[in-house]
């Protein structure tokens, strides 16, 4: 449709949506797509022909504005009919619902605003597939003109969601298409005194459903979840859209204002309009007049009156015949029937989300700021506050309730002075929200309301939990919570009783762990009897915590590895707040011990800078400390110091740590730094100490039977060695390596080692065991969660199918490998794996380029260039690696590959460094007039696109190539041949070489 300019004025609007879409998708399939795109034709073009604008288009729903109501009713008729006529691959067909309303059309930006919009919407609402509705002001225009043989029926007045007057509405029947359908979708379609509330819900669609689909298959459901989750806006919300079903009135009972078990069933009477009988009891009466009516009931707030409650639910259910319950409740009602609904807080931005576009997907920040909006008009998500909301989501850990009194301090502070004030959360969520029953006020009268009704060594348990930070395990808790009211035994089910009434949070993983949300942390913390009591917990915390430190320090390189670093991962804010504990309290060598049994975890999980902090931190107070955890913590300081690259610190560390182990006699820590002082040395480039320091940690390491760092050792010495073209000797080494990783390792390391055998089998020439052995790594590395480490086995499969032929498959591979380098902000991160697995090129300098070089790419918004380039750059650095090995119709045939993607991805620079590679091979090849045109050509392409650095460094000898191409054609006519060369084309050059590689495997 040809775009033109909304009408404003006075506008029809039409609203249409596909009925059971979410099912027919489920139905269908891949199928479902050819059906959505002829509905929306049909849409479109009936839009067309009756000169409708189209304003939004989102998936089946369709926002159209037209300038003539006759128009719009018009298109409506059409879409109606034309979609009736079409044979749909399901048995009921494909039906639509369609909404029209005549109002005012006023535009904000490049959409309509203002009350008739959401009354159109809601009218389209109102209606079941195939059901056509307008309203009063559109049938007042077109009730004399209506398309032949149709006519409007009047379906009364009705009351529509979020909408304070009520509106008469009218069914357009069209001749041959059904006109019965049942009661429309709105407030007023059935008895009941369901409250009028501004019922905006955010972020809670699948939670509706599920309620809604559970409704349908029990008569009990009861909704549960923390104090401020939602929960009556969604049972209200779910009531609202189930109203027209139920014939006999959907009916809300506030159980929350009962003070007594006493006064239950009077008051669900009162508000369901029964008068009390003298001849038989209030309960009798609710059931005798319930019995045979189709009614739902809504009690809310059940926590408070929990065994009465279901005590009459149970009555109710068991006398009644068609009558559903709807409780929503802190704690679960535990009677037959009941059907639980886990409500849980709002989805929040990661601390990694930082754009406008990202955080403003997340539901939490959604309703921050449509809230924000009620007090604060003009506030908008954007750059300057995007971050700031996302940590007060966060911070708020998604609870509605705080993220709404949250937005409502915008009428006094900024959204920067919310998040300097979060620590003071219950003042400055104090609400004003007088609509409401007190204890959902504020924050804290809603926590107070669930505190006050636990027995004392539930809230002792409670308050003592609040040490933990973002989780624990029913062990943590015996361990760290048990004393005086809380027996050890007694803790899981004082925990359990937690759990029901909401106030802590369980998980499905194995083993179950906990959390308190970080509101409720915070309250049960203000409510510990003592602060005394606070500096207790944390010393206790402080020795479990460091205790399991130990022990995945014992465990990390052994058969469980990623159990442990996994375990160790789950409970990083635990560790890190003991050690933030044992450092401010005094307790240096403890600080240090910790410090330095997490410093493999650090290494594996890539917590470079934190290790590093830590480990800084604990060294500055070492007197006194015992010799061995010294020697631990400087060892763990020099492995983090050569993950950054900062080689001097890497190696003063390493022989400090030494000399301790030496003097200690400890042969097995003199063994592990003798390894990391030969893999310090490579990483820095100094082969000759590397290859001096290899036999020596074979030999340390055999001695002590020290399985895991002769595995390593091995590595390193089997990665130098087929780096410097000794792939007879990689081959030994990296085999008994790999066979005793898998003997004494786990997923991590295996799947590692695999890769590094792909490299060792790819520069052997036998491809097809490369490509085994990079999918071998990558599945064991996708046990391990290692983004990075798939982003190195995709590498090697990429380059693997492109030089097969598979191009397509190849960048959708390498595209995944960009992603997979971007996710990390320290080049250093990548160096160590890179220089084992990908490049082959063993100057440091250059890996951190080629990291930070991808790592651009990966931003680029165009894909397949930056995938083409990253490819590209690999093929590269594979025929140095075989130009080194003397196999030179192999580096010829990479290097030409990687000329051709430079060239797709228009990457000039690689461009000119790979003719310049192609050059140098012709040269070693005897082809000195194709030398001397390829040397021309890479030196004009590298001066026209300004290139920064020629002669490429990554070509070492690039002017002794050069020169020695000269001196063998003789000076005129190497001139004469860079000359010709300077004239080429990039194609030219591709044809030149010629090489296929299918001519050397």
């Known amino acids: 449709m040809t775009q033109r300019a909304l009408p404003v004025g006075t506008v029809s609007f039409l609203f249409s949506d596909i009925e059971g879409s979410t099912r027919m998708l489920q139905e269908l399939g891949d199928a479902f797509r050819p059906v959505l795109e002829r509905h929306n034709a049909i849409v479109h073009e009936a839009a067309e022909t009756h000169r ?64 008739d919009v959401h009354r159109a919407a809601r009218i389209g609402d109102a209606g079941h597939g195939g059901q056509t509705l307008v309203s009063e002001a559109t049938a007042r225009l077109v009730e004399y003109s209506l398309p032949e043989g149709t006519r ?31 009661p429309l979708r709105t407030l007023t379609s059935s008895k009941g005194n369901l409250p009028i509330r501004d019922l905006t819900l955010v972020g809670r669609q699948d939670e509706k459903e599920a309620v809604i689909e559970a409704l349908a ?22 009531a609202e859209e189930l109203s027209a079903g139920f014939e006999d009135g959907v009916w809300f009972v506030e159980v929350s204002r009962v003070p007594d078990d006493n006064l239950l069933a009077s008051a669900v009477a009162r508000q369901l309009h029964i008068t009390e009988s003298p001849l038989r009891s209030i309960t009798d009466t609710l059931i005798s007049r319930l019995a045979k009516a189709r009614s739902l009931l809504i009690l809310d707030g059940c926590e408070h009156l929990i065994d009465a409650v279901a005590k009459l639910t149970d009555q109710l259910l068991q006398g009644t015949e068609e009558l559903k319950i709807l409780a929503t409740t802190r704690e679960w009602l535990s009677i037959r029937e009941e059907h639980l609904v ?80 979060l620590d003071q959360q219950f003042a400055l969520l104090a609400g004003t929200a007088r609509d409401l029953p007190p204890h959902q006020q504020t924050l804290e009268t809603t926590l107070d309301w669930s505190f006050d009704f636990l027995g004392g060594g539930e809230r002792a348990l409670f308050t003592r939990l609040s040490v933990f930070n973002g989780g624990f395990t029913l062990e943590a808790a015996e361990s760290v919570c048990s004393g005086g009211l809380v027996d050890r035994e007694h803790v899981m089910n004082l925990l359990g009783r937690l759990v029901e009434t909401s106030l802590v949070m369980a998980t499905d993983a194995d083993p179950v762990r906990y959390r308190l949300l970080e509101p409720i942390s915070h309250y049960a913390r203000m409510r510990l009897d003592e602060q005394t009591e606070l500096a207790k917990l944390r010393d206790r915390h402080a020795e479990f915590y460091l205790a399991m430190a130990e022990d995945g320090d014992a465990r990390i390189h ?13 409970d990083r804010y635990n560790l890190r707040a003991a050690l933030e504990w044992l450092h401010d309290s005094g307790r240096a060598e403890d600080a240090m011990a910790m410090a330095g049994a997490l410093r493999w ?43 950054r690259l900062a080689f001097d610190e890497a190696h003063s560390h390493l022989i400090e740590a030494l000399d301790i182990y030496r003097d200690l006699g400890d042969r097995v820590g003199e063994a592990r730094q003798t390894y990391q002082l030969m893999a310090t040395a490579w990483l820095r480039d100094d ?36 780096l ?70 995709d590498a090697g499969l990429g380059a693997m199918a492109w030089l097969a032929g598979d191009r397509d498959y190849a960048l959708e591979l390498f595209k995944s490998v960009l992603a997979g380098f971007s996710l990390y902000e320290e080049a250093s991160n990548n160096l160590f794996e890179m220089k084992t697995m990908i490049q082959s090129n063993p100057t440091t300098g250059e890996l951190a380029r080629v990291v930070e070089q991808n790592r651009d790419r990966a931003a680029s918004p165009n894909e397949e260039a930056g995938a083409s380039a990253a490819l590209g750059e690999y093929l590269y650095h594979m025929g140095k690696t075989a130009f080194r090995h003397q196999q030179l119709q192999r580096a010829r045939a990479a290097l030409r590959e990687s000329l051709i993607l430079c060239n797709m991805a228009q990457d000039m620079r690689g461009v000119a460094i790979a003719i310049a590679g192609l050059a140098v091979c012709a040269h070693a090849d005897a082809e000195n007039m194709i030398a001397a045109r390829l040397f021309g050509l890479a030196d004009w392409v590298a001066s026209e696109n300004r290139v920064a650095i020629w002669p490429p460094p990554e070509e070492h000898d690039y002017a002794a190539q050069v020169a020695s191409t000269q001196d063998a054609l003789g000076s005129l006519d190497f001139a004469h041949a860079t000359v010709q060369g300077e004239g080429l084309s990039i194609e030219d050059a591709i044809e030149m070489i010629g090489a296929d590689l299918s001519t050397t495997q």
């Open 52 to 115: 409708g604008h189209i304003v939004k288009n989102e998936g089946d729903g369709f926002f159209v504005a037209y300038q003539s109501a006759l128009d719009a009713v018009a298109s409506a008729v059409e879409i109606q009919r034309r979609l009736a006529d079409e044979d749909w691959p399901t048995p009921q067909g494909l039906r639509v619902r369609i909404g029209v309303h005549t109002g005012e059309g006023r535009l904000g930006g490049s959409d309509y605003v203002g009350i």
């Open 152 to 182: 409007l029926e009047d379906l009364g007045t009705h009351r529509l969601r979020d909408l304070t007057h009520e509106e008469h509405i009218f069914q357009l029947n069209v001749p041959e298409q059904p006109a019965d359908f049942p």
């Open 217 to 238: 298959k029990s008569r009990l459901v009861t909704l549960t979840g923390p104090g401020g989750v939602g929960k009556t806006t969604l049972a209200l919300k779910v």
């Open 342 to 421: 886990q409500l849980s807080p709002l989805e929040v931005p990661g601390p990694g989300v930082r754009s406008v576009e990202g955080v403003a997907q997340y539901p939490s920040v959604a309703l921050f700021v449509s809230r924000a909006r009620l007090v604060s008009p003009n506030f908008s998500l954007g750059p300057a506050n995007a971050e700031q909301v996302a940590e007060v989501c966060r911070r708020l850990d998604g609870i509605p309730l705080a993220i709404e009194l949250a937005a409502a301090r915008l009428k006094v502070l900024s959204v920067s002075q919310l998040v300097e004030r």
């Open 558 to 570: 052994d058969m469980e590895q990623n159990v442990w670093a996994d375990r160790l991962e789950r």
């Open 601 to 643: 975890f650090w290494v594996i999980k890539r917590e470079v800078s934190d290790g590093t902090e830590w480990l800084e931190r604990t060294l500055a107070h070492r007197e006194g400390v015992d010799p061995e955890i010294l020697a631990r913590a400087l060892n763990g300081a020099g492995l983090l110091a050569s993950r």
């Open 687 to 722: 082969i000759e100490e590397a290859t001096r320091l290899a036999p020596m940690a074979e030999s340390l390491t055999r001695e002590v039977g020290d399985d895991w760092m002769l595995a390593w050792t091995l590595a390193v010495w089997g990665t130098m060695a087929r």
């Open 724 to 793: 410097q073209g000794d792939l007879v000797l990689a081959r030994e080494k990296m085999t008994e390596s790999h066979r005793l990783f898998l003997d004494h390792s786990g997923v991590l390391d295996v799947g590692w080692s695999a890769l590094r055998l792909g490299a060792l089998a790819r520069d052997e020439g036998d491809y097809n065991e490369a490509s085994d052995r990079y999918r071998e790594g990558r599945d064991l590395l996708v046990i391990a969660g290692d983004s990075l480490g798939l982003a190195h086995a």
